[in-house]
């Protein structure tokens, strides 16, 4: 080490701007191109690996036993039955042990355990473990299981008794300023609606997957997951082991859209079998395991009401939500979190309450409360602009805060309107039919929709290392996650832009808990918590490297691997002596609280629907976003393409359906649940604000992932109601809720 | 069992009801097909068998003893990709990464489909396939990406289609 003491940590906690950014003073010219990924290579080849393909010396092969009821007890399993079966090695339960539910994200403790008692239809109850998958399989289907059934509640009803009073859950369940009721008795326009989401199902591509294997009382879990800080944590406070006997490993993760951020019944199940047999058990979740018992993003009633002055002035916000958990679970999808500050008006009510339901656990999929809040709230602002017959943009326009309307604090940016203008030009918005249902092109009417695209941002406590070697190159390493989102190569663009080094130089080490810590992939967050966190570690380095070539930091240029200051340049492997390393940690601060933040976007939308079928067919798809600093474009875009497919999904097809007798889903696989497929999505165009937040982090970026679908489905349907003149309230809009109110052909 | 895949040829102590998924993935160690669903509901576990594009988690081992498995790891490596791998990564062609090795080994085997003249369901003359996008979407539609990356999917295939970006008709443009 030269000129570095070891341990040479740096931490920032953002209580201030950051006005001063050195991503735009470096030179290597790397951030934000659209680079393609480092990654990339080993995903299409097939060498990339994911959690269920570490060839383990020894593996046996884990399958799980879901419960055949939707509430009660298990009174007894049948192991001898299926371990007389060839190749069964053991049935393995522990009623104590076994979680009840997935984990929520972040958490640090154990969830729900025990599992004698049934909550919801699949709860995993027992793994079969056996020499060959096929073996497992077999036995895991005819393990005789004895049940006493009870009483559970299967379907959900406005009518039923709710909770009323619920912890808050990312936002408060209820916030309450002015008074709702006398500004729609005030208002000259007035909406009073009721929007309902389905329950629907992250459906990652990879199934949840874990590898347990112990050495000792050391636990080693291969595991698909998105937090593997948070989720060590957890599995050892399941396991009731210390949390250092605990790592995960997680390279590359197949998706997790919220579904992979806290630990699920696999990976305990797992981790009991393979103590209990001394050997290694591979348990991967059955897609329909993956719908049955993981977690889903609760199905909403949401009432709305807008209050209107004549020239659409808005005096009064009301958006009430009611969603679904199971009695033991505090989770409530927080549909109202952008309702709070994406429109102005002095009376306003944001609230959440909860039924209970013996369904599977609801938690977060892509953009909790955003993705299903923002179909409530945006169809709701085209209801009330048709009814003040103003144009939905200008509506919006009308009703732009000045500062954030319910805190005394100002945005810390906001670029809803350009979004919104630059759109409007770009789709050609003024080619909107403007009385709905009036277009027509042979079977197909055609319409156009608009909606605001808003999600919160949020910096999350996270570590990074980052290490100069004496050759030259760098290595960063930290507990951080790539799930699809381009974590490997992005960040990689943050240290090679900082440190002015070559990007194949830079060695990217993400997804194992034995590095430091890391918040991981969720909320949008990952990406500038850890680009933040690369940032100050190679801060520190930076500076160091000045000391030792003896030139002021302000006059150290980096570029290609050399340090140039002085009229001298030196590579920079020759200023580190035997490596040099510095660990950089961000954490989230007063900024939060001081300023409103958050990402905004426009979505436009052309649709054409059937007079006959009543299909409805997307044309044409445009998003506008500013998301502060954009690290990759390309990364950025296919985030949004993402997204936006995702808004798709929900305006019209993805609808999880619960079987009111039992809880048990009904559509529990990928030919039943309709997510989109490649004919359904159109070639989606994207286009990115230039933007920088000196609130949010030292990078200037905030969360992209989950924007693209924040406001999507909202300007389909609003797209569906300017063709049909018929507007629907009830997610997804399928053909069947359309048909009876065509015009007859 | 003795098969071969990616022209090398495999013995392995497979069970009848073993998958030719699974017997690539935990008998042979070739994991880059990919299993998302078992059930043929996805594509993630394509591969050519033959030459054909086929869900290899329908389709017993014990069937294919004679025949030619080409998997994703058979196309190329990652110092000499194929010429779809290498699309897909210049056109971000995935995210996660996760459905990919199924749409690529999908898209070879439609590329050929194509080639030999076989109609997709949108094509508008059933005589001769132009391979439009939405033709391309349409035939790749048997591979669900939940990341979606299905527009730069399309980008991939229709660069190494040897045909040029237009605009996309999809359904709904035919009146
Ligand atoms: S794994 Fe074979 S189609 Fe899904
Ligand atoms: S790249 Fe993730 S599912 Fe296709």
Redesign the interface.
Known sequence: MLGLDKGDHVTLTMDEAHPVSLLDTGVQGVIGKPL??V????????????A??Y?LDDLA?GVLVGAAIGKGRVVSIDAAAAKAMPGVIDVVTDFDTFIRVSQQGGETEAPTQGVRDIEYFGEIIAIVVAE????AR?AAERLPVEYERGDGVFAFSMDDARDGDLPTNIVPARTEQGDIDQAMRDAAVSVDVTYTTPSQN??????HASIATWEGDSLTLYGAYQMPTSDAQQLAESLGIAADKVRIIAH????G?GSKLGIAPESVAAAVAAKRLGRPVKA?M??QQVFDATVRRSNTSQRMRLAARADGTLIGIGHETTASNLSTEDFFEPAGISTHFLYAGDNRLVSHDLVRLNWLLSGSMRAPGEAVGLLGLECAVDELAMALDIDPIELRRINEPARDPEKDVDFSSRALMPALDTGAKRFGWEQRPVRPGTRR????L?GMGVAAAARANMLMETSAKVAIHPDGSVTVSSAMTD????SYTILTQVAAEMLGVPMDRITMELGDTNDVPAAGSGGSWGACSSGSAIYLACEALRGKLARAMDVAEAALTLKDGRAIGDNRSTPIGDLVGDGIEAIGTIKPGEQEELFTQASYGAHFAE??V?RVTGET???RMLGVFAAGRILNE??A???C??G???GIGAALTEDLIHDTRTGKLVNR???EYH??????????EVVFLPERDIHANPIHAKGIGELGICGAGAAIANAIYNATAIRVRGFPITLDKLIAALPAV | MKFTINGRSYEAEA?I??SVL?LL??HV???????????G??G?CTVLINGRRVNSCLTLAVMHQDDEIT???G?????D?HPL??A???H?G????????GQ?CSAVGMLDEAKKGWPSH?SADLEHSDLS??E???R???????????????DAIREVAGRAPA??D??????
């Open positions: 393609s990924r990654d990339g290579p080993d995903k299409v080849s097939g060498a990339a690996t994911y269920a393909e060839a092969y060959t998958f096929e073996a077999d992250s459906a990652a591509m990879e199934p590359f993760i197949g998706g859209f991967v059955m897609r092109e042979g079977e197909w055609i799930i699809g989102t381009g649709v054409a059937n067919r997307v044309r390309k990364t875009r296919s985030q393409l993402g936006m497919t995702f696989d990928l030919a997510v989109p497929v490649n004919a359904d999505v159109p070639q989606l | 069970d009801r073993t699974d993935r935990e160690g070739l994991t880059g097909s990919k299993k998302g669903c078992d059930h509901q996805c993630a998997t994703i790891e196309l190329g490596t990652p110092d990709l791998q290498a897909f990564v210049a971000d995935y995210q996660c990464g996760y459905c990919t090795p690529i949108v996008d939405a391309i979407s349409e790749m539609s048997g591979n669900i990406c939940r990341c979606a990356a299905y527009p730069n999917i399309v605009g996309r999809v359904a709904g443009a035919d009146a």
